[in-house]
C-alpha cells in the first residue's frame, strides 16, 4: 500500500522557521520527483520547491533563498526547510510524489501520482 506523510507544520511567527517532512510507505524515494505543494483559501494551488532522484531542484521565485528542498534516502523521508517565513507562506501544504523512474521534477500538480493529506502552516504574529 502506497502512502504518503506530511508532518511538521504549525503555528510561526513572522522571519520564523519550519521544517515539514514528508515520509512515504510502500515504495522508495530513491527514484522518485517529490514536490511540495501548497493551497491558501481562496487561492490556486501552486508548486513551491521540488526535488529529482538525481538531486536536481526547482524552487518558486516567491520562496527561492528561503526555502531548501533534500532528501534522506535511508529514511525515505524528503524535507522541506522554510527559513525567514512570511504571512502570505500560510497554507496547507502538501508532499506528492511522481513515481516515474529518473524524472526531472516540476512544479505542476498534474505531474504527480500519489498526494498526501497535508500539513497546516500558520505564519502569523
Known amino acids: 500500500q502506497v502512502q504518503v506523510v506530511e508532518s511538521g507544520g504549525g503555528l510561526v511567527q513572522p522571519g520564523g522557521s519550519l521544517r515539514l517532512s514528508c515520509a512515504a510507505s510502500g515504495f522508495t524515494l530513491d527514484y522518485a520527483a517529490i514536490g511540495w505543494f501548497r493551497q491558501a483559501p481562496g487561492k490556486e494551488r501552486e508548486g513551491v520547491s521540488c526535488?529529482?532522484?538525481?538531486?536536481?531542484?526547482r524552487h518558486a521565485d516567491s520562496v527561492k533563498g528561503r526555502f531548501t528542498i533534500s532528501r534522506d534516502n535511508a529514511k525515505n523521508t524528503v524535507y522541506l526547510q522554510m527559513n525567514s517565513l512570511k504571512p502570505d507562506d500560510t497554507a496547507v501544504y502538501y508532499c506528492?510524489?511522481?513515481?516515474?523512474?529518473?524524472?526531472?521534477?516540476?512544479?505542476?500538480?498534474?505531474?504527480?501520482?500519489?498526494w498526501g493529506q497535508g500539513t497546516q502552516v500558520t505564519v502569523s504574529s
Open positions: 506528492a510524489v511522481d513515481r516515474r523512474l529518473f524524472r526531472t521534477c516540476v512544479l505542476a500538480s498534474a505531474e504527480y501520482d500519489y
Open positions: 526535488i529529482s532522484s538525481s538531486n536536481t531542484t
